[in-house]
Every structure is written in C-alpha cells, then in structure tokens.
Nanobody, 118 residues
Framework: QVQLVESGGGLVQPGGSLRLSCVAS????????MGWYRQAPGKQRELVAV???????NYVDSVKGRFTISRDGTKNTVYLQMNSLKPEDTAHYYC????????????WGQGTQITVSS
C-alpha cells in the first residue's frame, strides 16, 4: 500500500508560482502513472497532469504551457511546478497514483489547497 502526502500549497497572487510535492511512503517505480488532480468548490474533480515512468506527460488544456509535472523515483516524489497562476487555478490539489492517462488510480493523498488571489 502506497501512501501519498502533498505539500507546497498556499496563497499566491495572480501571475505567481508554486511548486507542489507529493511524497510516497513506498516506491513509485512500479506505479506507471502518477498525476495531479484538483477540485474547486462546487465543481467536479478534474485531471490536471499525469506522468508516466518514462517521463511522458499529459496536461489539461487550461494549464498547458504554465504547469510542469515531473517525478523523481529516487526520492519517491512527484512534483507540479505551477507558473503564471490564475484565480481559476484556485482549488484543492490532490496527488494520485496507479491510474491511466484519463482516469485516476486508487492511491490518493489528502490534498493541498491552492488559492490564487490578490
């Protein structure tokens, strides 16, 4: 069983940057896809970005060119670098593992809040 713990959330002004980290309690080498999801108040949870073990990444259109997902197997960590943040990026962000490029897997973190506001 892999446990995921996110960190790096907070309050940031529009145009600012944040980096989220997701540390796994176990090895993520065997988890083909790791990803980040988010859920804003009153909205459904949506996929933000996913990455495979070989580094291939996919992003939701709204974050392309602004967010970058990466993973470090030696540290059992997945990152989400978020630049040029917008108020509409405000949401609770969750780390996920074991899913597909379109659907989440069974491993979830508790999430971290991102608020983009001036």
């Amino acid at each position: 069983q892999v446990q995921l713990v996110e960190s790096g959330g907070g309050l940031v002004q529009p145009g600012g940057s944040l980096r989220l980290s997701c540390v796994a309690s176990g090895s993520i080498y065997s988890i083909y896809i790791m990803g980040w999801y988010r859920q804003a108040p009153g909205k459904q949870r949506e996929l933000v970005a996913v990455i495979t073990t070989d580094g291939s990444a996919n992003y939701v259109d709204s974050v392309k060119g602004r967010f970058t997902i990466s993973r470090d197997g030696t540290k059992n960590t997945v990152y989400l670098q978020m630049n040029s943040l917008k108020p509409e990026d405000t949401a609770h962000y969750y780390c996920n593992g074991g899913g597909t490029k379109w659907m989440p897997g069974t491993y979830w973190g508790q999430g971290t809040q991102i608020t983009v506001s001036s």
